[in-house]
């Protein structure tokens, strides 16, 4: 009897290892988001004790021009930029806007080498990223709209927004079937086609030929992104405090070369959070 008492005693202390060993595995990604996002708390602490609040129409007022600008250098209509940026911060009020001036809710990829900010949306702890005001956030939603499935949208009118709006759509900017119809909503009522301009033959011949310049050159970037999405999560390794691009290559049995090739890095910065192929 006593023999089996003991038995059991040193079973239930087994298990109860296990299960702090297990809460301490799943709770160490947690805590690393939680700590980045107190200090980009600190970091932005004058700019969030001091925003203001927006109403639709002062929300519109403020960054109408800058969306203006934005459509000038890429096609993009402002109306469409403006919609989805309203849509998508809460008229400027939502905690990445506030926090981390991210105004469309971009998410980080591999090739973002800035700062990051975690919260629940699709996943647990997902990355956002964080700009230093809402005019970067406005230009990398630019950016962000000139990859490869976009292309065919810089090829529309720059004061088409319903071709752009059911365009983004299909090329897979959300997943909301009722998604194009909630930006053209927002475009009919706050008559944000107001500041979309039309532009002369020779004028949208020459954009184009530009912006899907830069668009090829973007290609390798969505490669990238492509081999991350597609590599099975055993040969994912996301990045954690301490890790260098040595340590992660001795880890993984590679030479530093190889693993900057594979994740197509050209210089030696990585971030926690950034998921790396450790494939050989």
């Not at 609040?53 to 402002?78: C, D, H, Q």
């Not at 964080?130 to 230009?139: A, I, K, L, Q, W």
């Not at 194009?180 to 020459?206: F, M, S, T, V, W």
């Not at 668009?215 to 991350?228: A, E, F, H, L, V």
Request: glycine share 6%; net charge positive; aromatic share 10%.
């Amino acid at each position: 009897m006593q023999r089996i008492l003991a038995c059991l005693m040193v079973l239930v202390v087994m298990l109860s290892a296990c299960s702090s060993r297990k809460k301490v595995m799943t709770s160490s990604g947690s805590d690393v988001a939680k700590r980045n996002n107190q200090r980009i708390l600190k970091e932005n602490k004058q700019s969030i004790d001091s925003y203001s609040s927006f109403t639709a129409s002062s929300y519109i007022e403020r960054f109408k021009n800058i969306a203006v600008k934005e459509m000038n250098l890429y096609g993009i209509p402002a109306s469409i930029t403006l919609a989805q940026g309203l849509f998508e911060s809460g008229f400027g009020n939502s905690e990445l806007a506030k926090v981390a001036n991210n105004h469309f809710g971009i998410k980080c990829t591999s090739d973002w080498t800035g700062r990051s900010y975690y919260k629940d949306d699709d996943n647990p702890n997902d990355c956002f990223r964080v700009y230093n005001n809402p005019e970067d956030s406005y230009r990398d939603h630019s950016e962000f709209l000139k990859r490869k499935r976009y292309a065919k949208l810089f090829e529309l009118d720059k004061n088409d927004y319903v071709g752009w709006a059911y365009g983004l759509k299909e090329a897979g900017y959300a997943t909301n079937p009722s998604y194009p119809q909630l930006l053209i909503n927002a475009i009919q009522k706050y008559h944000l086609d107001q500041y979309d301009r039309p532009e002369g033959e020779i004028q949208k011949i020459k954009r184009e030929d530009r912006v899907l310049a830069q668009i090829n050159q973007n290609i390798g970037k969505s490669i990238k992104d492509s081999i991350i999405n597609n590599t099975p999560p055993n040969k994912i390794y996301t990045v954690a405090t301490g890790d260098t691009l040595y340590s992660i290559s001795r880890r993984f049995g590679l030479t530093v070369e190889d693993l900057k090739a594979m994740n197509n890095i050209l210089d030696n910065n990585i971030k926690i959070g950034q998921r790396l192929v450790v494939i050989h």
